[in-house]
């Protein structure tokens, strides 16, 4: 199939990319060039979604649109001439996550400002364009090789440089999370089998816990477990400085989006052991300083190394 990624140079765009090309389908992405190379197999189109003129009086038979994050230029690719349209959108597009569990029928953003708000508004327009030819993904925790956002990869990156590592909550405490290259797949499945619908896309709930997860970076850390109660006393702040944390009595449906319908569509996901050693594989080659030029303010700021031996201190 002709398949057109918007976006497509970075993270799960790349994985796409790989992923679709490796299926022997013929692949354009469109980015305005500023970050990661595209791929050089794939055909490159240069512009901004802001205007896609530079895509008109084309057509393919499928869209996956990594970077989306509004009605107006969402609404604008999925007026071009697409079979089908495959959105990477958000469980934030859910007003109640990550405070309770969702499912694919919980209410969604109906207006507002903000990342799920747009995500939301993003997926009625393309809905609207599109009608019964469009599938929204609504991605969890994506991780994985080639991870800017960081998350993983500074926990991953925190172990390899070992000593007393803060662990949050306690080992046995539970997280889900995708895969980027499991993720490709099942877009690229949506997109090969014009599926529509709405799919939460991450790991089954209970797919793995801190203990796991945080144990597979390596052996070069001891790893100190510290109470929810005693990090939020000490004002670590949630989900930035410690990477993927939030206290657990409080977002009590953070790890319980409900990924059946997904699964059921042929979502599958890797072990997480898998994932957290070829993170740790990109960063022993040096996967992090490809990421020079994608906009530091971008990425959260996890703990300093002075805030760590204070946080030590405090507990
Ligand atoms: N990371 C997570 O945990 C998480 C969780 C839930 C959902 N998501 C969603 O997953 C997706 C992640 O995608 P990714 O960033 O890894 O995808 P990507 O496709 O690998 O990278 C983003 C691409 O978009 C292009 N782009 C950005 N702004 C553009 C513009 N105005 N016009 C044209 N191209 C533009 C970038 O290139 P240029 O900058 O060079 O244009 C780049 O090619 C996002 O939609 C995000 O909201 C992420």
Redesign the pocket.
């Known amino acids: 199939m002709k398949l057109l990624?918007?976006?497509?140079?970075?993270?799960?765009?790349?994985?796409?990319v790989d992923e679709a090309l490796a299926r022997g389908h013929e692949v354009t992405?469109?980015?305005?060039?500023?970050?990661?190379t595209p791929h050089a197999h794939a055909e490159h189109v240069k512009?901004?979604?802001?205007d896609v003129t530079p895509l008109e009086g084309r057509g393919w038979d499928a869209a996956i649109?990594?970077?989306?994050?509004d009605a107006d230029?969402v609404g604008a690719s999925a007026g071009l001439d697409l079979g089908h349209y495959v959105f990477?959108?958000?469980?934030?597009v859910y007003p109640d996550w990550p405070d309770r569990p969702v499912s694919e029928d919980s209410p969604t953003w109906q207006e507002g400002e903000g990342?799920g708000q747009g995500?939301a508004a993003a997926e009625r327009a393309a809905h609207e364009a599109m009608g019964g030819r469009f599938a929204t993904v609504?991605?969890?925790?994506?991780?994985g090789p080639h991870?800017?956002?960081f998350?993983l990869p500074w926990w991953v990156s925190r172990v390899m440089r070992g000593g007393r590592v803060p662990a949050p909550g306690r080992p046995e405490n539970e997280l889900q999370i995708i895969d980027?290259r499991d993720l490709a797949r099942f877009l690229v499945d949506l997109a090969e089998q014009r599926t529509a619908g709405a799919f939460n896309g991450t790991g089954p709930i209970g797919q793995t816990t801190w203990g796991e997860l945080l144990g597979a970076a390596g052996d070069e850390a001891e790893l100190v477990w510290i109470p929810d109660e005693r990090l939020e006393q000490a004002e670590v702040q949630e989900w930035v400085e410690l990477p993927m944390w939030l206290p657990a009595a409080r977002y009590a449906g953070t790890w319980r989006i409900d990924t059946t319908r997904a699964q059921a569509a042929g979502l599958t996901t890797r072990p997480v052991a898998e994932t957290v050693r070829d993170v740790r594989i990109w960063l022993e080659n040096g996967g992090a300083e490809e990421l020079h030029d994608w906009r530091s303010e971008h990425r959260p700021q996890p703990m300093s190394a002075e805030r760590e031996a204070a946080l030590f201190r405090l507990i």
């Open positions: 990624v918007l976006g497509g140079t970075v993270f799960l765009g790349r994985h796409v992405t469109y980015s305005r060039g500023l970050h990661g512009g901004d979604r802001a649109d990594t970077s989306g994050y230029t990477v959108s958000s469980c934030n990342y995500k609504r991605a969890g925790l994506i991780v991870d800017n956002v998350r980027a």
